[in-house]
T-cell receptor, first 113, second 114 residues
Framework: SQKIEQNSEALNIQEGKTATLTCNYT??????LQWYRQDPGRGPVFLLL?????KEKRKERLKVTFDTTLKQSLFHITASQPADSATYLC????????????FGSGTKLNVKP | NAGVTQTPKFQVLKTGQSMTLQCAQD?????MSWYRQDPGMGLRLIHY???????DQGEVPNGYNVSRSTTEDFPLRLLSAAPSQTSVYFC?????????????FGPGTRLTVL
């Protein structure tokens, strides 16, 4: 069955540095992958989508890469700010079903001033 | 636009009771989903719908029923609540299609089953 792994340990970084979060998946080949942000007590909020034929996608201070050979996506936040502190979830699309997603358990990012 | 709304925000049930979690969206989205989120386990898909009258099972459908009689509403029914169903439940909707799959999530319902 599909398996999605995100680092369960919190990532602690200093303000201004680049945060890099990892999402690894096994046992399937998603056509695309999404990243979401979740704040405590709230629902996830969509950030970025990257397709299998795209190596990299950028949006303001965010950058996502998608390596279908390694079965891995990296999520980068440059010039991080305390307001970026949240849990970040990756969601590879499920088995070529464009409306069925499998979510990772998320990585909590703490940006310290 | 209100987006995706969920009611109630909090609920406490006793084992064996039944209840319905309500979800509505006003964005005319075809696709709607229900997830549960447990500590350390991320979001797990319970049921989803690709349009009115069409539903399908996700990863963890046992103990839950859904129906989709309108585009706007997608209620989740717990038939006989069990402590293992204590969780936070999120409803989500999306436009659908390969290019427009940003999911919009509701604020969640925190359910405790005693």
């Amino acid at each position: 069955s599909q398996k999605i792994e995100q680092n369960s340990e919190a990532l602690n970084i200093q303000e201004g540095k680049t945060a890099t979060l990892t999402c690894n998946y096994t046992n399937y080949s998603p056509a695309y992958l999404q990243w979401y942000r979740q704040d405590p007590g709230r629902g996830p909020v969509f950030l970025l989508l990257i397709r299998e034929n795209e190596k990299e996608k950028r949006k303001e201070r965010l950058k996502v890469t998608f390596d279908t050979t390694l079965k891995q996506s990296l999520f980068h936040i440059t010039a991080s700010q305390p307001a970026d502190s949240a849990t970040y979830l990756c969601a590879p699309e499920g088995a070529r079903n464009f409306n069925k997603f499998y979510f990772g358990s998320g990585t909590k990012l703490n940006v310290k001033p | 636009n209100a987006g995706v709304t969920q009611t109630p925000k909090f609920q406490v049930l006793k084992t064996g009771q039944s209840m319905t979690l309500q979800c509505a969206q006003d964005m005319n989205h075809e696709y709607m989903s229900w997830y549960r989120q447990d500590p350390g386990m991320g979001l797990r898909l319970i049921h989803y719908s690709v349009g009115a009258g069409i539903t399908d099972q996700g990863e963890v459908p046992n103990g839950y029923n859904v129906s989709r009689s309108t585009t706007e509403d997608f209620p989740l029914r717990l038939l006989s609540a069990a402590p293992s169903q204590t969780s936070v439940y999120f409803c989500a909707s999306s436009y659908g299609g390969a290019d427009y799959n940003e999911q919009f999530f509701g604020p969640g319902t925190r359910l405790t089953v005693l």
